[in-house]
């Protein structure tokens, strides 16, 4: 028999999200808007949060505009907020932001990033 995930209140939301800047909570869901360079970056980030949340057997609404893309991530089996939801995020946070290290081999192409920060 499958345990019941743990849905969390606002409260521990809040805290949680302490460690995921960028991201915050409304209308029930964690949310996080990303900010691009335009279509091809955006769509190398759709595409990799695809294959992430298909990996961990989640499926985040997505919004996506040219330079833009939305995240919207709740547990709809559990009725709320999960640790799927705050593992999830972090990993897409991770690999949206993510940038060769300095003095690395892979140096990147410049500019064409997703950008960090709040872009609300």
Request: hydrophobic residues 40%; proline residues 4%.
């Amino acid at each position: 028999m499958a345990t019941k995930e743990t849905v969390y209140d606002e409260s521990q939301i809040a805290e949680k999200l302490k460690a995921l800047p960028g991201w915050y909570y409304e209308d029930k869901w964690l949310r996080r808007v990303y900010k691009t360079d335009g279509w091809p970056t955006t769509l190398m980030l759709v595409n990799a949060v695809g294959y992430f949340a298909q990996a961990a057997d989640h499926h985040p609404d997505l919004s996506v505009t040219w330079g833009r893309l939305t995240v919207k991530l709740a547990t709809h089996s559990a009725g709320g907020i999960t640790d799927k939801d705050f593992d999830l995020a972090r990993r897409i946070e991770d690999a949206a932001l993510w940038r060769p290290a300095e003095g690395s081999a892979l140096r990147g192409i410049q500019d064409k990033w997703v950008r960090g920060g709040d872009p609300r």
